[in-house]
Every structure is written in structure tokens, then in C-alpha cells.
């Protein structure tokens, strides 16, 4: 069990810096179709886990509420939602193709602000892998070794591009190759530890755990509508990133069916 759990919360982490690795081997920032491409995948992803990986358990271990199986996903996800709204009001954070910065006022650096961007997208993520694999490590019946797998797996794949997302950019702007590679790592450093904290209270948590895996899907989709949805439509022919969510969406419910 312990050597699963550690390549589940390696894996997401490996996946951001496998993606941030690109800017050692490509010499042109992402064009705009490459990245409406990868947030739509990314985006997909998120949407599948969620329903698959999260809801649907949650409402499977509430079942002794019989009519009422369906309370904790729906309080659980609207305190994710809210969690989410309330990080992105306060952090100080800046999204790809905009001057403007969100949060509250700070002399941040731009590029601080773009990590931070991409860290408060990632932390949602990483929250949703140390849930799954808490309860994994409770014993909960309703979460397998194959399904804590497939979410860590989903999670790997998605981060693989948005690794390179933050990378790419910060090299074209003017940061050396390691330090854009160091700034993509350290955007997916909040993934495993967050996630090793949840597992080391995982008995805590056990009464409880309808309501937080509810709660990571409702932080994952607060991201997936707030940002990567307006992202992956910029601009004209929008529908490379529809087509790519759909991917990320079938990749993410296939693994799920298969490996849960």
C-alpha cells in the first residue's frame, strides 16, 4: 500500500515537470491554438474526474442517507466553489494574455503572480489526489487502490501541458531556461504536499469524506468555469479546445471505468 500511495502523489507532480520541461526542447513560445488546445484537454480532465472520481463516490458513501445520499456532494461542492472564489479574491495572481492581476493589490513580480496563477489552479487538484487516497488508506469501500490510481494518472496527463504552459511563457519573456523550468516545477509543488498532509489525517477525515471529496470536485470546477473554459474560447475557431475537452473528458471516464 505505502509504495501506491507514493507513486500516486508522485505522479501528478512528475507530470508539471515533465511539462515544464519542454523549454528545454522547444525554441518558440506555445502558439495560441497549441494552448487553446491544452487548456480544452486540461479542462476535460478536471470535468471527468470530478463527476467520476469524486461526486459519484461521495454520493455512494452517503447512501444510508437514502433520498437524501445527495446532501454531502452538494454542501461539500459548494464549499469547494467558495473556497476557490475566496483564494482567488485575495491571492494576488495574473492568467496567461492579461495585464491586469487578479486578487488583492501586491508589487509582486509578474512572473511571482503567474506561478501563483497556476498554483491556486493546481491546489484544487492536488487536494482531490490526497482525498481519494485518505479514504483509500481508511478502507472506504466506495475508493480502490485502480480508482485512486486513475485520478492520480488523469491528474499526471493534464499537468503535462499545463507544465509547459507556464514554462514556455516565462522563457519567451525573457527568464533563462532553468529558471522558467524552476518556476513550472515549483506551480505543482503544492500538488504532493497538500495531498501527503490529507493522507497523514486520513482517520480524521473518514467521517467526513463525502463532503471533502465533494468539496475537490467543487474547487476543480470553480477553476475549470473561472479560467480554462474562458481561456480555451479566445479568439476565433474556439472549437480545437471544444474538441479537446472532450478528449480530456473520455480519457478521464475511460480510466476511471477501467482502472476503478
Not at 17 to 41: D, E, N, P, Q
Not at 121 to 135: C, D, K
Request: charged share 10%; with cysteine; proline share 5%.
Amino acid at each position: 500500500m505505502k509504495s501506491e500511495i507514493i507513486t500516486g502523489l508522485a505522479l501528478p507532480f512528475a507530470g508539471t515537470a515533465l511539462g515544464s520541461a519542454c523549454v528545454f526542447f522547444m525554441k518558440r513560445r506555445l502558439g495560441r491554438s497549441v494552448r487553446r488546445a491544452l487548456t480544452g484537454f486540461a479542462s476535460g480532465v478536471m470535468v471527468a474526474a470530478s463527476v467520476w472520481s469524486l461526486l459519484i463516490p461521495a454520493m455512494d458513501q452517503a447512501s444510508d442517507k437514502g433520498r437524501f445520499s445527495f446532501l454531502p456532494a452538494v454542501i461539500g461542492f459548494w464549499c469547494g466553489v467558495l473556497f476557490l472564489l475566496l483564494l482567488d479574491c485575495i491571492i494576488p495572481h495574473l492568467h496567461m494574455d492579461s495585464d491586469k492581476a487578479e486578487g488583492l493589490p501586491s508589487k509582486l513580480t509578474r512572473t511571482t503572480m503567474m506561478v501563483l496563477a497556476v498554483t491556486l489552479h493546481n491546489l484544487p487538484e492536488g487536494m482531490a489526489v490526497g482525498i481519494v487516497y485518505a479514504g483509500f488508506v481508511s478502507g472506504s469501500a466506495e475508493v480502490t487502490a485502480g480508482g485512486a490510481f486513475a485520478l492520480a494518472l488523469g491528474i499526471a496527463i493534464q499537468n503535462f501541458p499545463e507544465g509547459a504552459i507556464i514554462s514556455m511563457p516565462l522563457f519567451a519573456g525573457g527568464k533563462s531556461r532553468s529558471k522558467a523550468f524552476a518556476s513550472g516545477v515549483l506551480s505543482g509543488a503544492v500538488e504532493p504536499v497538500g495531498a501527503a498532509l490529507t493522507i497523514a489525517f486520513a482517520g480524521l477525515f473518514l467521517p467526513a469524506m463525502p463532503y471533502l471529496m465533494s468539496f475537490a470536485a467543487g474547487a476543480m470546477m470553480y477553476v475549470v468555469v473561472e479560467e480554462l473554459i474562458p481561456e480555451m474560447s479566445q479568439g476565433e475557431h474556439s472549437n480545437i479546445g471544444v474538441i479537446m475537452f472532450s478528449a480530456g473528458f473520455t480519457l478521464m471516464m475511460a480510466l476511471d471505468v477501467a482502472l476503478g
